[in-house]
């Protein structure tokens, strides 16, 4: 079996985050995607069920994207 590049093409449990992945590209025209999920309050998750954050990212939103998801709001990223 292939393995997959990246979590969009992983199948099973996936479709509606693909979904909205979809609705996105067809709206918005993102760059790139982070994915978040938080498992466990260790963690930071504060509320259940289990769900993914996917935030759409354009070139150039924030100076340097290789922080992931804490760099986003680069004012909040030193927590």
Known sequence: MEK???F????GRTSRPRSNVTSSRTSG??????LGVNVGEGAGQT?????L???PRYR???????GGIRWILPAKAPY
């Open 4 to 6: 997959a590049r990246n």
């Open 53 to 55: 954050h996917l935030i």
């Open 8 to 11: 969009l093409e992983v199948g």
């Open 60 to 66: 150039g939103d924030v100076d340097d994207p290789r």
């Open 47 to 51: 509320v259940g069920p289990a769900h």
């Open 29 to 34: 025209h993102p760059d790139g995607y982070n």
